[in-house]
């Protein structure tokens, strides 16, 4: 009898233009990022990847299967292709090739009884339509900046602003990075589009973030955590994937990050562990396990690393 899954991620791997490699790219993608971080963290864990035939054969996909992530790809004629360029003023990313749709393929049984479900698109690849193949009882995370990026092929991408779907409606968990929305965007607005009871995670970088809890009529206070520091940043690429995976994790498995989490909310301070380890190495081989996270949470133990926040707007500053 196969094993119940735990969390089911989904979305398409892209591929990142990398000269010092000898294929000239390396696999990325938030849903490679996502998976590996649950599947180290210790959660039986699924994946519905979207492929090229370049990405379907990745030894990057061994990475993910070695830590005990059990895979399905799925055969694209076209997948993602992003050049990224990494300035003082933030990343620059060009799309190479946007890639198309991910379709709804069908699921092996032990994967439907999945306590969470994780929608990780990287170039608006994961329609509306997937909404309704979660079932209803299942918690829902959803990484939005995947959902806001404009691609034309040879063009910088260029943020999209935020629209209702169904996708989000549905989801619990939802995150997205300050980088991906105007500055001058109202929390408010943003958590009409949620419904009452999920969260919204906005990370700020080195500046820590923000997870705002949806009320009946609006958003009720929020918190502001501060961003774990890290020993040397060699690659951001995924941080906000791992960060958001591992904080869904402590959603359906609480004492994931110690026994006196069994009945908390969401551990802010795990993942923000999990996100600061990612950055300090290349690619996927950086996504860290929960022994090394439980390590730099002890080191943090003495920072005041959440407190509560009055933030309006994505753009507000942290430092205020």
Same mark, same amino acid.
């Given at each position: 009898?196969?094993?119940?899954?735990?969390?089911?991620?989904?979305?398409?791997?892209?591929?990142?233009?990398?000269?010092?490699?000898?294929?000239?790219?390396?696999?990325?993608?938030?849903?490679?990022?996502?998976?590996?971080?649950?599947?180290?963290?210790?959660?039986?864990?699924?994946?519905?990847?979207?492929?090229?035939? &370049? %990405?379907?054969?990745?030894?990057? +996909?061994?990475? *993910?299967?070695?830590? /005990?992530?059990? @895979? =399905?790809?799925?055969?694209?004629?076209?997948?993602?292709?992003?050049?990224?360029?990494?300035?003082?003023?933030?990343?620059?990313?060009?799309?190479?090739?946007?890639?198309?749709?991910?379709?709804?393929?069908?699921?092996?049984?032990?994967?439907?009884?999945?306590?969470?479900?994780?929608?990780?698109?990287?170039?608006?690849?994961?329609?509306?339509?997937?909404?309704?193949?979660?079932?209803?009882?299942?918690?829902?995370?959803?990484?939005?900046?995947?959902?806001?990026?404009?691609?034309?092929?040879?063009?910088?991408?260029?943020?999209?602003?935020?629209?209702?779907?169904?996708?989000?409606?549905?989801?619990?968990?939802?995150?997205?990075?300050?980088?991906?929305?105007? &500055? %001058?965007?109202?929390?408010?607005? +943003?958590?009409? *589009?949620?419904?009452? /009871?999920?969260? @919204? =995670?906005?990370?700020?970088?080195?500046?820590?973030?923000?997870?705002?809890?949806?009320?009946?009529?609006?958003?009720?206070?929020?918190?502001?955590?501060?961003?774990?520091?890290?020993?040397?940043?060699?690659?951001?690429?995924?941080?906000?994937?791992?960060?958001?995976?591992?904080?869904?994790?402590?959603?359906?498995?609480?004492?994931?990050?110690?026994?006196?989490?069994?009945?908390?909310?969401?551990?802010?301070?795990?993942?923000?562990?999990?996100?600061?380890?990612?950055?300090?190495?290349?690619?996927?081989?950086?996504?860290?396990?929960?022994?090394?996270?439980?390590?730099?949470?002890?080191?943090?133990?003495?920072?005041?690393?959440?407190?509560?926040?009055?933030?309006?707007?994505?753009?507000?500053?942290?430092?205020?």
């Amino acid at each position: 009898m196969a094993q119940r899954i735990e969390v089911v991620h989904v979305g398409s791997a892209c591929r990142d233009v990398d000269h010092d490699d000898p294929r000239g790219w390396r696999l990325g993608g938030g849903v490679t990022y996502a998976a590996l971080t649950t599947a180290r963290l210790g959660l039986r864990t699924a994946a519905v990847v979207g492929v090229d035939g &370049p %990405a379907g054969e990745g030894h990057e +996909l061994d990475e *993910l299967r070695a830590a /005990g992530v059990d @895979l =399905l790809l799925v055969a694209l004629p076209e997948g993602p292709v992003y050049h990224n360029v990494e300035t003082a003023s933030g990343r620059v990313q060009t799309c190479i090739q946007p890639g198309v749709e991910l379709p709804i393929v069908p699921l092996p049984g032990s994967w439907l009884g999945a306590a969470a479900w994780s929608m990780v698109p990287v170039a608006g690849e994961i329609g509306d339509a997937w909404a309704a193949v979660v079932p209803p009882t299942a918690f829902v995370g959803l990484a939005w900046q995947g959902l806001l990026r404009r691609l034309v092929s040879g063009e910088r991408v260029t943020p999209r602003p935020p629209e209702p779907s169904s996708l989000l409606r549905r989801a619990d968990l939802v995150g997205v990075s300050h980088h991906d929305l105007d &500055p %001058a965007t109202s929390i408010r607005d +943003l958590t009409r *589009l949620l419904h009452p /009871g999920a969260q @919204l =995670l906005v990370t700020r970088g080195d500046h820590g973030g923000l997870l705002v809890t949806v009320g009946p009529d609006g958003t009720s206070p929020s918190q502001r955590y501060l961003p774990t520091p890290t020993y040397r940043e060699v690659d951001p690429t995924g941080a906000g994937d791992t960060f958001l995976a591992a904080l869904l994790a402590t959603a359906i498995r609480p004492n994931i990050a110690g026994r006196h989490r069994a009945r908390r909310p969401l551990d802010l301070r795990f993942a923000a562990a999990a996100g600061s380890l990612v950055v300090e190495g290349p690619g996927l081989s950086a996504v860290p396990d929960r022994a090394a996270v439980n390590v730099r949470l002890v080191r943090e133990r003495v920072r005041r690393a959440i407190r509560p926040s009055t933030d309006t707007h994505v753009g507000e500053d942290p430092s205020v």
